[in-house]
C-alpha cells in the first residue's frame, strides 16, 4: 500500500453570462451540465448593467440549481439601480433560493457619466443591502416531514453568501495604491464573506496584493479571477474593459502564432500556468471565466493539475 498522501483537492469555479438569445439558451445548458460534471464550488453568472439581463440570469440561475448540485452564484451591480429596485431583485433571487451574491459597484454604460450610477453608491452599500433584505424575512424555514401529513421540520434559514470584487492591479478609477486594499477593507466590514479578483497576468500581481490586504486586516478569501486568453481580438477587448497593462509576452505569442489551434494552446498553458503559480502560493482555489464554453476552462484546470484528464468534454 503507497504512504504517498494524496494532493488535497484545488476548489474551483466557474463564471458565465445570461444567453443573448433564445437560440442559445440549449447551448449554454449543455455548458452549465459539462461544467457541473466536473465539481465546481459554484458557478455565477453575470447580471446586465442596469438590469438588461436580470430576467435571463435568474433563469440560468435557475437551471443551475434545479438541474446540477452546484451552488448558484447571482451578480448584481449597483449601477442604475434605486435602493426599492435593488431590493425587489433580491428577494427575486432569494424567492428563487439563491443564497450566494457577487455584490458589485459596476460601470455607468458607454455614454453614461457617474449620476447614472444610482441610490447605491459602493458595492459596500449592495453588500448591506442583501443583508437587510435577508433580514426581513423570516428567520426560519421549513420542510415537510415524510409520512406525516400537515407537520413541518423548522430550521435556522441559511445566511447569504457574500462575495466581492478584488483589483490586484487597481480599478481604473483608483487614484492611489492602496485604495483599493481600503474598499476592500470597507467591503468586509460591510458583511462581504469572500473575494474573486478581476483577471491579472501575472502570479506576483496576485500574490503581492493579497500580501498587503492581508497586512492591512483583510482576513476573508481571495479567490484568484483567471481568464484563457485564446487570441489577439479577445486581449485586446479584455485591455480595453479592465485597463489591465499590455501583457507584452502573450500579446506577441498570440500575435506570431497563425493558427486558430496554436493560439488557443498558447492561451490555455498561460492560464494553467498562472493557476499553478497562485494556488502554489497559497490562493484558495481558482475562479475561471469561462465565456460560455465549457472545453477551455476545463482543459485549463487539467493542465494546471486541478483536474484529473476529463473524458466529460
Same mark, same amino acid.
Do not use: C
Given at each position: 500500500m503507497s504512504s504517498e498522501t494524496p494532493n488535497p483537492r484545488v476548489p474551483f469555479s466557474f463564471e458565465l453570462y445570461p444567453p443573448r438569445s433564445a437560440s442559445s439558451h440549449e447551448a449554454l445548458h449543455e455548458t452549465v451540465r459539462r461544467l457541473a460534471a466536473a465539481g465546481p464550488d459554484f458557478i455565477s453568472v453575470t447580471y446586465g448593467a442596469g438590469g438588461s439581463t436580470g430576467g435571463r440570469s435568474l433563469e440560468v440561475l435557475r437551471f443551475i440549481r434545479e438541474h446540477t448540485a452546484v451552488e448558484p452564484l447571482a451578480h448584481l451591480t449597483c449601477v442604475g439601480n434605486t435602493y426599492a429596485g435593488a431590493a425587489t431583485l433580491i428577494r427575486e433571487f432569494l424567492d428563487a433560493g439563491i443564497l450566494s451574491f457577487l455584490a458589485l459597484r459596476g460601470d455607468p454604460p458607454v455614454g453614461q457619466d457617474e449620476p447614472f450610477l444610482g441610490d447605491l453608491e459602493s458595492a459596500a452599500q449592495l453588500v448591506q443591502l442583501i443583508d437587510r433584505v435577508?433580514?426581513?424575512?423570516?428567520?426560519?424555514?421549513?420542510?415537510?416531514?415524510?409520512?406525516?401529513?400537515?407537520?413541518?421540520?423548522?430550521?435556522?434559514?441559511?445566511?447569504?453568501?457574500?462575495?466581492?470584487?478584488?483589483?490586484?492591479?487597481?480599478?481604473?478609477?483608483?487614484?492611489?495604491?492602496?485604495?483599493?486594499?481600503?474598499?476592500?477593507? =470597507?467591503?468586509?466590514? &460591510?458583511?462581504?464573506?469572500?473575494?474573486?479578483?478581476?483577471?491579472?497576468?501575472? =502570479?506576483?500581481?496576485?500574490?503581492?496584493?493579497?500580501?498587503?490586504?492581508?497586512?492591512?486586516?483583510?482576513?476573508?478569501?481571495?479567490?484568484?479571477?483567471?481568464?484563457?486568453?485564446?487570441?489577439?481580438?479577445?486581449?485586446?477587448?479584455?485591455?480595453?474593459?479592465?485597463?489591465?497593462?499590455?501583457?507584452?509576452?502573450?500579446?506577441? &505569442?498570440?500575435?506570431?502564432?497563425?493558427?486558430?489551434?496554436?493560439?488557443?494552446?498558447?492561451?490555455?498553458?498561460?492560464?494553467?500556468?498562472? =493557476?499553478?503559480?497562485?494556488?502554489?502560493?497559497?490562493?484558495?482555489?481558482?475562479? +475561471?471565466? &469561462?465565456?460560455?464554453?465549457?472545453?477551455?476552462? +476545463?482543459?485549463?484546470?487539467?493542465e494546471a493539475g486541478v483536474l484529473p484528464v476529463s473524458r466529460l468534454r
Open positions: 435577508q433580514a426581513e424575512r423570516a428567520p426560519y424555514e421549513e420542510s415537510p416531514v415524510p409520512g406525516i401529513p400537515g407537520a413541518a421540520r423548522v430550521s435556522a434559514r441559511r445566511k447569504a453568501s457574500i462575495a466581492v470584487a478584488a483589483f490586484p492591479n487597481g480599478h481604473p478609477r483608483s487614484v492611489h495604491r492602496w485604495q483599493d486594499v481600503d474598499a476592500l477593507l =470597507a467591503k468586509q466590514a &460591510a458583511g462581504a464573506t469572500s473575494a474573486i479578483t478581476q483577471l491579472f497576468f501575472h =502570479a506576483d500581481d496576485y500574490l503581492t496584493f493579497v500580501e498587503r490586504a492581508r497586512a492591512a486586516g483583510v482576513t476573508i478569501p481571495i479567490l484568484p479571477g483567471i481568464m484563457p486568453i485564446v487570441s489577439p481580438v479577445r486581449l485586446a477587448r479584455v485591455l480595453e474593459l479592465t485597463g489591465e497593462t499590455l501583457p507584452s509576452e502573450l500579446a506577441i &505569442a498570440l500575435d506570431v502564432e497563425p493558427t486558430p489551434e496554436g493560439r488557443h494552446e498558447i492561451g490555455v498553458e498561460w492560464a494553467a500556468r498562472l =493557476a499553478r503559480e497562485v494556488v502554489a502560493g497559497g490562493a484558495p482555489g481558482v475562479h +475561471l471565466y &469561462a465565456f460560455n464554453q465549457h472545453d477551455t476552462v +476545463l482543459t485549463v484546470l487539467e
